[in-house]
């Protein structure tokens, strides 16, 4: 039986310096056959060769080399904070548990694969989530590679422009602002382009040894630059649906969104209970358990509960 004997590279001669080396004498074969050149240091095989399924793997493994070493510096820096670190594995498991995410199983080849980085941003001060996992879709593996969100279309916007909003806080007495919760979480993602929104995480966070575990999202991820079309193509699509019963009350719903949050502007406090209405009456349109949350006013503080 033929043996291999691996051995490990020592040192990487370029190709500026093949020629110091080469002997002359050369060993052609057919067309589609390596070129065996004689050097000081044995022979030397040089032509084309044809890709394999291990060859067009490269690209990919480099991408999950780089995010597995991001992985390991960033359980580096949670486990100086333990309490940090409980909280960031809670979020991602109960992602799991939703079917926000879902496991990687290699069944069959991926066209695309783009793995997301992840670090965590702490608010102590926050009333709802104090940590966040934030994913940089902008993140590039080198400085002249390309980012997820240079390779996908933003989309136009179709939420009001911000100085819009700004002239309607000042024409009414009062703004109400509420925010709606994980919108972006509640619009799922087809199948195909999953691969391109997958991300490593551990199964236990306690182990010293690092074991990557491939996830991919689902639904819409927050920080990725067509998003807030995405959810707003959402919104408007399913109130479209609901505009021949009612079409004041969609027009109302279509101006009062700003990305993912709900504005209304009144002159008089009691005219805010009309708010509370259009709150339902969004959360029947898009037949959905959508929550509301932080819902202010000016001046003041909370007034609904919804």
């Not at 084309?48 to 793997?57: A, F, H, I, W």
């Not at 670090?119 to 980012?147: F, L, P």
């Not at 707003?232 to 004041?248: I, M, V």
Request: aromatic share 8%; glycine share 4%.
């Amino acid at each position: 039986m033929p043996t291999k004997n691996v051995l490990e590279i020592e040192l990487l001669i370029g190709a500026d310096y093949l020629w110091l080396f080469q002997e002359g004498r050369t060993v052609r074969g057919k067309s589609d056959e390596p070129v065996a050149v004689q050097t000081k240091l044995g022979w030397v095989l040089s032509g084309p060769l044809k890709s394999s399924s291990e060859d067009d793997d490269g690209p990919t493994s480099c991408a999950q080399l780089y995010s597995v070493q991001r992985l390991k510096g960033q359980l580096l820096r949670l486990k100086k904070e333990p309490e940090v670190l409980q909280e960031y594995d809670r979020v991602i498991k109960e992602q799991l548990e939703l079917g926000i995410i879902e496991p990687v199983v290699e069944l069959e080849r991926a066209d695309k694969i783009h793995y997301l980085p992840h670090h965590a941003v702490v608010r102590k001060d926050a009333k709802t989530t104090k940590v966040r996992v934030v994913y940089d879709a902008s993140s590039k593996e080198t400085k002249k590679g390309v980012s997820l969100n240079d390779c996908l279309h933003v989309g136009p916007p179709l939420y009001p422009l911000l100085y819009h909003i700004i002239l309607r806080f000042r024409e009414k007495r009062i703004a109400l602002v509420a925010d709606i919760e994980k919108a972006f979480l509640n619009i799922e993602i087809d199948p195909c382009d999953r691969d391109c929104l997958r991300f490593l995480w551990v199964g236990n966070i306690h182990e010293d040894e690092v074991k990557p575990v491939e996830y991919r999202f689902c639904r819409v991820v927050f920080g990725v630059n067509c998003s807030p079309f995405l959810l707003n193509a959402t919104l408007q699509h399913h109130l479209d649906r609901f505009s021949k019963g009612n079409p004041e009350l969609t027009r109302k719903l279509k101006d009062g969104f700003y990305v993912d949050d709900l504005l209304r502007y009144k002159d008089h406090v009691q005219h805010m209970s009309t708010s509370k209405l259009l709150l339902n009456k969004l959360k029947y349109v898009l037949d959905t358990d959508l929550n509301v949350a932080k819902l202010r006013r000016s001046p003041g503080e909370a007034i609904l509960q919804v």
